[in-house]
């Protein structure tokens, strides 16, 4: 299998890292973007990364679909059935949502200044402050490493503490600062951290 991947995506990170927890065999192509059609390897029609090859079957997209089928190969960390399935996939859809605001948030604040649209960039600015303060109010149900709602919220930290620096989301909330570092000092973690100064 090949992942199209770049460690600074936050939806491909959690594909190497789920990956790895797994110990999945997998071939990991950082790719680069083309122009207007965007990510074109990997035959996903949106151009967008991850993009998970397989051997005799359709290429999938979208990296919770990614991380549902690479979580499907052994032993599945998202609970099958019940309650706690819809409180995971809950959980990564609100890490997904800190990815998404900062990707929205980095397009906006990266173009020239006579170009920013005030109300949208603030839109998106709320959005992190709000997705973050909801998981940092209930952090005490968060259980350690590394389940399938913890993948994207902490891709999703990272990523945030990339290019959305300014919301400092350590000081506002210590204890949801703790929790992340249980998770940093990882080896999985550190081996897929990209986010060094440029
Ligand atoms: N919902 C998608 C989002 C993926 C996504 O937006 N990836 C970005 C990189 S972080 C991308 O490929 N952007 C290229 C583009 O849109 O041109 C997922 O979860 O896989």
Redesign the pocket.
């Known amino acids: 299998m090949k992942l199209y991947c ?1 460690p ?5 990170r ?1 594909a190497m890292i789920l990956a790895r927890i797994k110990d999945i065999d997998l071939i990991e192509a950082s790719v680069t ?1 083309d122009g207007a ?3 074109t390897a990997g035959d996903n029609p ?6 998970l090859e397989r051997e005799g079957h359709v290429t999938l ?6 991380c549902d089928y690479l979580d499907s190969l052994s032993d599945p960390i998202l609970p099958q059935n019940g309650e706690a399935r819809w409180t995971q996939l809950r959980l990564h859809a609100l890490g ?1 949502a800190i ?2 605001a900062t ?1 929205n948030y980095r397009y906006e604040t990266v173009r020239d200044a006579a170009l920013h649209w005030p109300e949208i960039i603030a839109r998106h600015d709320q959005a992190l402050r709000n997705i973050i303060g909801a998981i940092a109010a209930d952090v005490e149900a968060l259980c350690g490493p590394w389940e399938f709602g913890n993948l994207a919220i902490i891709c999703g930290l990272d ?1 945030c503490s990339y290019r959305a620096g300014h919301i400092d989301w350590r000081a506002a909330h210590p204890p949801l600062a703790k929790w992340h570092a249980q998770f940093a000092a990882t080896p999985v973690w550190k081996e897929t951290y990209a986010y060094h100064a440029d």
């Open positions: 770049n600074i995506s936050p939806y491909a959690k973007k059609n965007g990510y949106a151009g967008k990364i991850p993009a997209m979208d990296s919770p679909v990614i997904d990815s998404d990707y990523y």
